[in-house]
């Protein structure tokens, strides 16, 4: 069973651009959630998606967005992006509620704000 | 506010002796907890899990203990081999509410031949 895709792995933008990361789920895995790790930080929630829907937010500014498609494959996007948001970017996905099932992580997007 | 806390970002231990991670938490709703484990340019993985009605859970050489009074757990691991060195991050979850994952800033352990 293949794991948790995330593409690209390495993306550098200078600021005030916009950049889309993209997730693809364990086979069956519908819902998906989206962290950011920065050093010190640990691993921030930005959101989760369930069915096309998202279900949580975590306490990011609206430049941070995110959707899901039908195959629950996700995508996120950061507009208008600051130095601070450099950062590496990680995908998780859960066969239904994230916070009592196991999450399993693709291996991260790093961004670079320049 | 940061509501799981891992006070020690980093940690050394000799091989074969016991290595021991604290986490704290601040929100008494937390009622699952779980340890994940992070290699450099790979995704956290899943280790263990405990869940409230439970104070401790073993699995192999990794052990997690949750003192609820104390809103505190702790993850052992006997014998520490070099393959344990890695980051390692807490996390908890509540029932009610915000149904998410809130993670701790991580230790990093390292284990010396």
């Known amino acids: 069973k293949a794991g948790v895709t995330q593409t690209p792995r390495y993306l550098i933008k200078t600021r005030g651009q916009q950049v889309t990361l993209s997730c693809s789920p364990i086979s069956g895995h519908r819902s998906v959630s989206w962290y950011q790790q920065t050093p010190g930080q640990g691993l921030q929630f930005l959101f989760e998606?369930?069915?096309?829907?998202?279900?949580n937010k975590g306490n990011f500014p609206g430049r941070f967005s995110g959707r899901q498609f039908s195959n629950s494959r996700s995508e996120m996007n950061v507009s208008t992006l600051e130095l601070g948001d450099s950062a590496l970017y990680l995908c998780a996905s859960s066969l239904q509620d994230p916070a009592k099932n196991i999450q399993y992580f693709g291996a991260g997007t790093r961004l670079s704000v320049l | 506010d940061q509501q799981v806390k891992q006070n020690s970002p980093s940690l050394s231990v000799q091989e074969g002796r016991i290595s021991i991670l604290n986490c704290d938490y601040t929100?008494?709703?937390?009622?699952?907890f779980l340890w994940y484990k992070k290699y450099p340019a790979e995704g956290p993985t899943f280790l263990i899990s405990i869940s409230s009605i439970k104070d401790k859970n073993e699995d192999g050489r990794f052990t997690v203990f949750l003192n609820k009074s104390a809103k505190h757990l702790s993850l052992h691991i006997v014998p520490s081999q070099p393959g344990d060195s890695a980051v390692y991050f807490c996390a908890a979850s509540s029932n009610f509410g915000n149904e998410k994952l809130t993670f701790g800033t991580g230790t990093r352990l390292t284990i010396i031949p």
């Open positions: 998606y369930f069915s096309e829907t998202q279900r």
């Open positions: 929100n008494s709703m937390f009622d699952y």
